[in-house]
Each structure stands twice: as structure tokens, then as C-alpha cells.
């Protein structure tokens, strides 16, 4: 990839990767679309990367507490913010075994164009019927285990390109009966070991393979999608005060109709 790229492609997935709108399905999108060179494995690892240190940032303080809380309930010190972090734990291990088990037929059989804006179009309109639905009355510390073992099997879809890890997370949180906020934060927080996951499955893939990285083009990506993802993150976070879900839901209608009209007309 030249330097463009690089860029446009590390900010896709700085944006993306926790808007509802599902970033692997722009990651892929410019190779089969505007006809880009792959990004390649190590360039993946690099932005995943990126938005693994943009989320920890920026829940830092809600990080320290939970992994503090979740080491003394070890010891019998239980409280909310132990529970949650064990919630959290509970919800990430369905998309981890689904992960590690399919991702192989995954990776070769849904990675199109077809079952992106397909995917795209459903979800959005399941992620619209679930906002419009919602009756917000739970923060994420009210989250039943319940809650979180069906969140949890909801982010098993997002394996499915197109869905979007966070915009399926989000659409069960609300149908469960958290508020916008507490859907969000719940489903960043998961982010953070599902990214971890990816990410060591993808840097192992990469050191047994044994290919020649191109450590600048790494950095780039890895700070793009940094500073990218961090700023996603906090406006976002700021906009579902005041907005509901339905500009995504547009979007991402707008993207999969376009998409849909693109193929048929190649």
C-alpha cells in the first residue's frame, strides 16, 4: 500500500471499528470496490492494535477499577465493579470459542461484497427496531448475568462481515433494557479482550508465517487509527446523549442499498 492508503485505511478502522456501521466490512470494501492491494496480515495487527490502546485510553480509569476489583474478588471481595468485570469475561468467551473454531470458514466463504451489504442492510434495521424499542431504564452495573451471556452470544454475529461487533452488542444491550450510554460503554469495554484475542491470533498467524513487515507503514497505521479511534469514542459517547441510533441505521442502509447497485451494475 502506498501512504494513502495506509492512512485512509487505518482511519476506516479508527472510525468504524465502534460505530455501529462494522469496520471489517470497509476494511474490505476498498480492495473489492475501488480495487486496493490487501492490506495484509500485519498491517490488521497494526490497526487493531491501534484501537486496543484508543479504548484502554480512554476507559483507563474504569480499566483500573474493574481489573483492581476483579483480582480482590479472587480473594472474596465481591462489589459492582468485580461483578461487571466478571460480566464482561462471561459475554467475551462466546465470540472467543466461535472465533477460534470458525474462522476459518468464515474468512473463506463471507468475506464478499454480497454478504456484507446484506448484512449491513439486516442489522441495521434490527440495530433501528431495537432503538426505537428501547426503554433504557438499566446503566451497565445493573446488567443481569443474563444480560451479559446474551450480549455475549449477539457478538458471536459480528464474526459474520458487515455486522459490526459494536452495533450488534448494542442492538442486544437495548433490547435487554440498558440505555444508549450504558449499551455503548459495555460493548467498548467488551472490545477490549475481544480486540486482545484478534489481535494475538492475528500476530501469531504473522510471526509463523514469517513475512518481511514494513515497520513504517505499521507505525502510521497504528497511530492513525490511534488518534482516529480515540476521537470516535469520545464524540460518540457525547452525540448518544442528544441523538438516537437512526443516523447510523441510514447510514448504513444508504451503504448496503449503494453497495447492492454497485454489484449489480459490475
Not at 217 to 242: P, Y
Request: with cysteine; aromatic share 10%.
Amino acid at each position: 500500500m502506498n501512504p494513502l492508503e495506509t492512512i485512509a485505511l487505518a482511519l476506516i478502522q479508527g472510525l468504524t471499528e465502534f460505530l455501529p456501521i462494522s469496520s471489517s466490512a470497509h476494511l474490505i470494501l476498498p480492495s473489492q470496490v475501488l480495487g486496493w492491494a490487501d492490506q495484509g496480515l500485519a498491517f490488521d495487527v497494526a490497526v487493531h492494535v491501534g484501537t486496543l490502546l484508543a479504548v484502554a485510553c480512554y476507559f483507563r480509569h474504569e480499566v483500573k477499577r474493574l481489573l483492581v476489583a476483579w483480582y480482590g474478588s479472587l480473594g472474596g471481595v465481591h462489589n459492582q465493579e468485580s461483578r461487571l468485570a466478571w460480566q464482561i469475561a462471561v459475554a467475551t468467551l462466546p465470540a472467543m470459542a466461535f472465533g477460534l473454531l470458525a474462522s476459518e470458514q468464515i474468512e473463506h466463504y463471507a468475506r464478499s461484497a454480497w454478504v456484507i451489504a446484506s448484512t449491513t442492510i439486516l442489522f441495521g434495521l434490527l440495530l433501528w427496531w431495537a432503538d426505537s424499542r428501547a426503554r433504557q431504564a438499566k446503566d451497565e452495573y445493573q446488567a443481569s448475568w443474563k444480560d451479559a451471556a446474551i450480549i455475549g452470544f449477539a457478538q458471536v454475529l459480528a464474526l459474520i462481515p458487515g455486522t459490526s461487533r459494536s452495533g450488534i452488542t448494542m442492538t442486544a444491550a437495548l433490547m435487554l433494557g440498558l440505555s444508549r450510554t450504558a449499551a455503548a460503554r459495555f460493548s467498548f469495554l467488551m472490545s477490549i479482550p475481544i480486540i486482545v484475542m484478534a489481535g494475538s491470533y492475528e500476530g501469531l498467524k504473522l510471526v509463523e508465517a514469517g513475512d518481511a513487515v514494513n515497520w513504517t507503514q505499521i507505525g502510521l497505521g497504528t497511530l492513525v487509527s490511534f488518534v482516529s479511534a480515540l476521537l470516535c469514542i469520545h464524540w460518540f459517547l457525547k452525540l448518544l446523549e442528544r441523538i438516537s441510533m437512526l443516523p447510523f441505521v441510514i447510514y448504513r442502509l444508504c451503504l448496503g442499498l449503494g453497495l447492492f447497485a454497485f454489484l449489480s451494475l459490475a
